[in-house]
């Protein structure tokens, strides 16, 4: 039998490169989960506000129309829930369809929402709806369309 010479042993190095490789990939996976940013731009949480704040009236939820709604704009619990079902009682349930050319100037927005209502669902009303950013969270600052 013949004595093996350093160059006729396997050698580890390229599982270690590999290894190396793996390891590099792992770590910068995490750095991004880690640093990533997660939270929706500003003019995604205005285009929920305006959802969020028509939901609330369409469930007839005076707490999550305050959640939604600027403080000038919030009315008294009795006032806004009559006028919500005055309004559906008119024109049905409303909808919005699209919310956009979102504008945002610091703590203040503007977005065009198009609604429409149940009785009349081929007719769509677009309005101009301000927002403001209160306590951390954008909020509608302007009534829609009733």
């Known amino acids: 039998m013949s004595e093996q010479t350093p160059a006729d ?29 997660d939270e929706p731009s500003a003019e995604q949480q205005v285009a929920r506000a305006a959802v969020g704040q028509n939901d609330a009236l369409q469930r007839l939820s005076y707490a999550d129309f305050r959640t939604y709604t600027c403080a000038a704009e ?12 005055n309004s559906v009682d008119s024109r049905g349930a409303r909808y919005v369809d699209d919310v ?28 101009t709806m301000s927002f403001v950013r209160e306590d951390g969270a954008w909020k509608v600052c302007s009534a829609g369309p009733r």
């Open 9 to 37: 042993r396997p050698t580890m190095t390229p599982f270690l490169a590999a290894l190396g490789v793996v390891v590099l990939i792992v770590i910068v996976i995490a750095l991004f989960n880690l640093l990533g940013d």
């Open 100 to 127: 956009t050319d979102i504008k945002v100037d610091g703590d203040r927005a503007s977005a065009k929402a198009t609604y429409h209502f149940d009785k009349a669902p081929d007719t769509k009303t677009s309005v």
């Open 74 to 85: 919030q009315g008294t619990e009795a006032d806004v829930l009559a006028e919500q079902r």
